[in-house]
């Protein structure tokens, strides 16, 4: 069974600081995804990775991605009230039957 | 684009009723989702359903839990009788079928049994 962990659990910073939170696997996965679930609402995809190594930038984030594809780190930079909410990783290890999801780190951006 | 649609938005319920939440998935999506969050315990998957078929019910809390497909544009997740710890917000989610599963969430439903 995979395991999944994410840290920090919570975090709760001033606008404008930059931060990082982490998305540990026990295991080898075949994709990785990164969402941000706002309150009252479901998750929503920000980036699927499948490479290692591999970096992806949306905006003011910055996703990457372990070469040995068992991590990967969310950075965000100046944050944004925005940016407050859950950001869950979901991994599969080849098909829908080997999906395993963190419980995920619940960011707060003060003004 | 219509995105995933699940009614009702908000259900209040008393223990022992029956519960019926619904989904519709989005146009073209082959494979279906059912979550359940609660703070304690987090995303937790149900079901999933690839072409209208069950595949992995292992998630399914137990025998007064079940899911149906009827056909590719709907889905229901049935609770019978449904108790206060069946409290939770319940996510329905759909995807293209493929090696990667990303996922389109809908706005959820938020159970509440007293």
């Known amino acids: 069974t995979q395991l999944l962990e994410q840290s920090p659990q919570f975090l709760s910073i001033q606008e404008g600081e930059n931060l990082t939170v982490y998305c540990n696997s026990s295991s080898v996965f075949s994709s990785l995804q990164w969402y941000r679930q706002e309150p009252g609402e479901g998750p929503v995809l920000l980036v699927t990775?499948?490479?290692?190594?591999e970096v992806k930038k949306l905006k003011r984030l910055t996703f990457q991605f372990g070469d040995a594809r068992k991590d990967s780190s969310l950075h965000i930079t100046a944050a944004q009230p925005g940016d407050t909410g859950l950001y869950l990783c979901?991994?599969?290890?080849?098909?829908?039957?080997?999906?395993?999801f963190g419980k995920g780190t619940h960011l707060i951006i003060q003004p | 684009d219509a995105g995933v649609i699940q009614s009702p938005r908000h259900e209040v319920t008393e223990m022992g009723q029956e519960v019926t939440l619904r989904c519709k998935p989005i146009s073209g999506h082959n494979s279906l989702f059912w979550y359940r969050q609660t703070m304690m315990r987090g995303l937790e998957l149900l079901i999933y359903?690839?072409?209208?078929?069950?595949?992995?019910d292992s998630g399914m809390p137990e025998d007064r839990f079940s899911a149906k497909m009827p056909n590719a544009s709907f889905s229901t997740l049935k609770i019978q009788p449904s108790e206060p710890r069946d409290s939770a917000v319940y996510f329905c989610?759909?995807?293209?079928?493929?090696?990667?599963?990303?996922?389109?969430f809908g706005p959820g439903t938020r159970l509440t049994v007293t």
């Open positions: 359903f690839n072409n209208n078929v069950p595949i992995d």
């Open positions: 989610a759909s995807s293209f079928q493929g090696i990667i599963y990303e996922q389109y």
């Open positions: 990775v499948v490479t290692g190594g």
């Open positions: 979901i991994v599969s290890g080849g098909g829908a039957d080997g999906l395993t």
